[in-house]
């Protein structure tokens, strides 16, 4: 399985990006999936994440109102719409999946076993 992250890039504060994610190698339509990022000196933490059954979805606190998740099936694809952006938003946007073992939105990194590449979103104040 890969997963190729795009949309990353510079916006001002308040402004809005959509981020895309492709999985390639198998359907990953009975997979969770979601985004995590990691900024400069920071630790990599979770944004959100959508499971397959239902799409339940899941959000950190600091993202929750301002940025959706969603998810495409049919073309393998999950997104993140991320609106009302702010500077402490600025980091490296990764997306990620799991190997059909989790039955909801997990927010820890060690539940998800592909990683994408990631995607910079910087955000000027």
């Known amino acids: 399985v890969q997963l190729q992250a795009s949309g990353g890039g510079l916006v001002q504060a308040g402004g809005s990006l959509r981020l895309s994610c492709a999985a390639s190698?198998?359907?990953?339509?009975?997979?969770?999936m979601g985004w995590f990022r990691q900024a400069p000196g920071k630790e990599r933490e979770f944004v959100a994440a959508i499971s397959w059954p239902g799409g339940t979805k899941g959000y950190a606190d600091s993202v929750k109102g301002r940025f959706t998740i969603s998810r495409d099936n049919a073309k393998n694809m999950v997104y993140l719409q991320m609106n009302s952006l702010k500077p402490e938003d600025t980091a490296v946007y990764y997306c990620?999946?799991?190997?059909?073992?989790?039955?909801?939105?997990?927010?820890?990194?060690?539940?998800?076993?592909?990683w994408g590449q990631g995607t910079q979103v910087t955000v000027s104040s």
């Open positions: 190698g198998r359907s990953l339509s009975r997979n969770v």
């Open positions: 990620v999946a799991d190997n059909g073992r989790l039955l909801g939105p997990y927010r820890s990194s060690d539940e998800y076993n592909y």
